[in-house]
């Protein structure tokens, strides 16, 4: 059965190999079941709810990339446009200030949407139509921004009235934790160990949860009173259909939903297209075998996120490790998706997961996703310009969308400049003309 439904042989592999990589890519993944509560929890939704929503989205979408378009690429809420649903569109230091359930709405439409230009092949003419400097600045852009927030949540940066931000107090024993797992994550990545983000998370907690049994301060992790737990506070399963009226009421509702279909659309794309590479399904013209329906599961897993009770389900990058230890097939996504089930079962060690804890884990991711910057042609002063003002914008604005909208402003008027008017696409024009009526009518 396995053999006819993934063609192991014909993919040159086997059923304990695939078991091997889908294990690996879970444990590389792992993290995101810590730091994606964390992160939405900012807007007023339960860190225990959103657990289970992220477990349970992250296995169903996984098994489906396996099965229907069998692809060694797992699945889970994004990292990136998390930090964009948290801090950018819901809850009190949201930007826009929509409620967690509007957002949900958002992620919903916005996978609706994917799943359409999916299947009509609508998708192939947005890929060609957004410069590849923009995509790649927005993905440098959303590394920084999740940095940043790492930082801040370490308190390793603070507010500041005379200079804005400033360095925090390294004698705290949170920030010293937070350090500490930075440091360790760093070096992990240095030797070049194989899901190195999760293994950091788990080193910073352990040693977090000593320096709280030696009594050393307060707000570190502390010792969970179980592993295993079958008491389930259950995921708020379709709560977004609450907030499509607060939504389609927002003048922002456009470039909410534009945003997550942005990130998510060329996120996905990215990744594919690097595991593909990996494993030789892109072929001499670029394109990939099966590519529609990989972005069909891909739409669904974000759908069925939203159901749950949760942001944007992506594809993630981290697959690449699971590929790297033999994956061939989605049977190696439907071993991690099969992992994050069985991950529900041990919600009681959400205790060790403080901020210190997570903190590191998104400074290294930003750091995996800055990387990006070095493929950007900065010889060109038009491509600089529009670069540079979307990753600057986003830190500076604390929104994701808004540096979106500036830098492809700023791209088109630099290259009207330029005399390089025929370069625009359409769609950018279009574009162009929603980012300023929302700017408009902020």
Do not use: H
């Amino acid at each position: 059965m396995l053999e006819k439904l993934f063609k192991l042989q014909e993919k040159k592999t086997n059923v304990k190999t695939e078991i091997i990589a889908g294990t690996t890519t879970f444990l590389a993944m792992a993290y995101i079941l810590f730091v994606n509560p964390d992160i939405l929890s900012a807007t007023g939704m339960s860190f225990q709810s959103v657990f289970l929503a992220t477990a349970i989205s992250a296995g169903i979408a996984s098994i489906i990339m396996g099965i229907v378009a069998n692809y060694p690429v797992a699945l889970a809420p994004g990292m990136g446009v998390n930090a964009l649903f948290a801090f950018t569109v819901c809850g009190p230091i949201g930007v826009m200030g929509l409620s967690w359930q509007a957002g949900l709405a958002a992620v919903f439409v916005s996978g609706i949407i994917f799943l359409l230009i999916s299947v009509t092949g609508i998708r192939k003419v947005i890929i060609n139509s957004i410069p590849k400097n923009m995509k790649l600045a927005i993905g440098a852009g959303i590394g920084f921004f999740i940095a940043f927030i790492g930082f801040k949540n370490a308190g390793i940066i603070v507010a500041s009235e005379a200079t804005f931000v400033a360095l925090g107090n390294l004698k705290e024993p949170t920030v010293l934790l937070a350090v500490f797992g930075l440091l360790l994550t760093i070096l992990l990545l240095t030797k070049k160990v194989n899901a190195a983000v999760f293994w950091g998370l788990l080193g910073t907690a352990i040693v977090g949860v000593v320096m709280s049994l030696c009594g050393l301060g307060v707000g570190l992790p502390t010792l969970p009173t179980s592993v295993i737990s079958f008491d389930f506070e259950m995921p708020t399963f379709m709560a977004f259909t609450s907030g499509f009226k607060e939504l389609f009421s927002s003048p922002a509702a456009i470039v909410i939903i534009f945003s997550f279909l942005f990130v998510d659309f060329f996120d996905t794309a990215g990744t594919l297209v690097a595991v593909g590479n990996d494993i030789g399904l892109v072929n001499e013209e670029g394109e990939m075998e099966n590519i529609e329906k990989a972005l069909l599961s891909d739409s669904v897993g974000t759908i069925v996120g939203s159901m749950m009770g949760t942001s944007t389900v992506t594809s993630f990058v981290e697959s690449g490790s699971g590929v790297a230890a033999g994956g061939r097939t989605g049977l190696t996504a439907c071993v991690t998706g099969l992992l994050f089930f069985l991950s529900v079962f041990f919600s009681p060690l959400l205790s060790v997961v403080t901020s210190a804890v997570t903190a590191p884990a998104l400074i290294t991711v930003g750091i995996l996703m800055v990387q990006q910057v070095r493929d950007i042609e900065w010889s060109d002063v038009s491509v600089a310009a529009s670069a540079f003002v979307t990753i600057i914008m986003m830190l500076l604005c604390y929104s994701i969308s808004d540096g979106i909208a500036f830098g492809f402003i700023v791209y088109t008027l630099a290259n009207i400049g330029a005399g390089k008017t025929k370069d625009i696409k359409t769609i950018v024009w279009i574009l162009d003309i929603i980012f300023i009526i929302y700017f408009i009518s902020k």
